[in-house]
């Protein structure tokens, strides 16, 4: 009796599977890759000290993405982000600011928490623009260039946000360049958290920019806020 011989790949079926498994391990790659490309030789990292701020091209005004509020107050990496934008406007490299977050319901608002924030850290009220509709960081960019009409900004947010932050903004067509808060020195843990979360959002980063070309969850008329503060 003639025993079946068992099936065995071929050669040529075997380097092709490990060819596809190699493409799949690296795929989750590519949106990463894509930002920290696009956004490589647009952002710096605000180091102790001031010698930063020499590197921070000078803009019209920075764009401030929002990173949570508890009890009316910023959160602290939210802080470190106010503090930033503050410095960016003392020492002149922008003239104005234009804060973005969430007010989805009646008791979360962070743009009105970052303003007075400002505010008190000696930041003229009317050098403060405030965007309601900041939901997420694409949300924000496009609403910065389509409703503010804002061509060069500076964006400021955490370090382990700032390549996808400055190439969804690059993708909305605005001149931008980053800077981030080195957040890994006073919170490593919650910054390890937080970069891991980056591998799943700078996928959906780059199907809304490049491939969907998503409209925010509300666009609206133009404003010319950003313009008042820009003329004051």
């Known amino acids: 009796m003639r025993v079946p011989r068992p099936w065995t790949w071929s050669r040529t079926a075997q380097r092709r599977g490990f060819q596809a498994l190699a493409a799949l391990s690296v795929l989750p790659l590519l949106p990463m890759t894509w930002a ?17 701020v020499a590197e921070v091209p000078a803009m019209p005004a920075a764009l401030v993405l929002g990173a949570g509020v508890v009890n009316g107050k910023p959160s602290p990496m939210l802080a470190a982000r106010l503090g930033i934008a503050a410095e ?22 962070e743009p009105s928490v970052m303003h007075d924030y400002l505010i008190a ?17 694409w949300d924000s960019c496009v609403r910065a260039k389509e409703i503010f009409d804002a061509s060069r900004l500076v964006v400021v947010t955490q370090e382990f946000h700032l390549p996808r932050a400055v ?31 980056e591998f799943p959002a700078s996928a959906k980063a780059l199907l809304d920019s490049l491939v969907l070309h998503s409209s925010p969850q509300f666009l609206g008329r133009r404003e010319t806020a950003l313009d008042r503060a820009l003329a004051s």
């Open 121 to 137: 850290h000696g930041v003229p009220a009317q050098k403060i623009v405030l965007d309601y509709a900041g939901f997420d960081t």
């Open 36 to 52: 920290w490309l696009a956004s490589s030789a647009h952002r710096v990292t605000a180091e102790p000290g001031a010698g930063w």
């Open 167 to 197: 190439a969804l903004c690059r993708a909305a067509g605005i001149d931008a360049f980053g800077v981030g808060d080195d957040s890994s020195r006073d919170w490593p843990v919650e910054t390890v958290a937080y970069a891991v979360r």
């Open 88 to 109: 960016l406007y003392r020492t002149g490299k922008v003239r104005a600011l234009l804060l973005s977050g969430d007010n989805s319901r009646k008791d979360y608002d």
